[in-house]
């Protein structure tokens, strides 16, 4: 069995940028910078930031170009894709991507958080979030399995 799954929190790049293919299907782009920090051998503090290409298709590209903005925090799950064409200069060019099929925005909104996902290419909103808890007590006796 193979797995080709990549999950990724980060911040924008820049606005998402939504093109429709000739056939009228929404495409989106968007760029996503991880960062890690670390102690090296000396103890001296180390960053490191990645930037990572996501293409998302669909009713999930028209979401992401309604309400991500550049800086804005997103979870991303996919998976790797790499296309290779030949440029005008007679290069071949490779570039690895991650194709999205869900997304989760990670900022701070008045109601709690949206989640969308894109299974079949169908993306669904999920309820909100609440952000009120009910603190009640929970018997055992009320559990129902």
């Known amino acids: 069995m193979d797995l080709n799954k990549v999950m ?3 911040r924008l790049t820049r606005d998402p940028e939504l093109r429709n293919t000739p056939s009228g299907k929404a495409v989106a782009t968007i760029g996503v910078a991880t960062g890690r920090a670390w ?3 000396n103890g001296q503090k180390q960053k490191q930031t990645e930037f990572h290409n996501v293409v998302l298709w669909g009713k999930l590209a028209e979401i992401a170009n309604q309400y991500l ?4 925090k997103v979870y991303m799950e996919g998976r790797l894709q790499t296309r290779e064409w030949t440029g005008q200069d007679g290069v071949k060019r490779y570039r690895t991507e991650i194709i999205g099929e869900n997304m989760i925005m990670l900022d701070s909104r008045p109601v709690g958080t949206g989640v969308i996902s894109g299974m079949n290419n169908e993306p669904t909103m999920v309820s ?6 009910i603190d009640e007590e929970v018997k055992v006796e009320d559990i129902p399995f």
Do not use: L, S
């Not at 909100?128 to 808890?133: D, F, I, L, N, R």
């Open 8 to 10: 990724i929190i980060g």
């Open 39 to 41: 102690a090296d051998a």
């Open 69 to 72: 903005r550049k800086g804005g």
């Open 128 to 133: 909100e979030v609440p952000q009120q808890v």
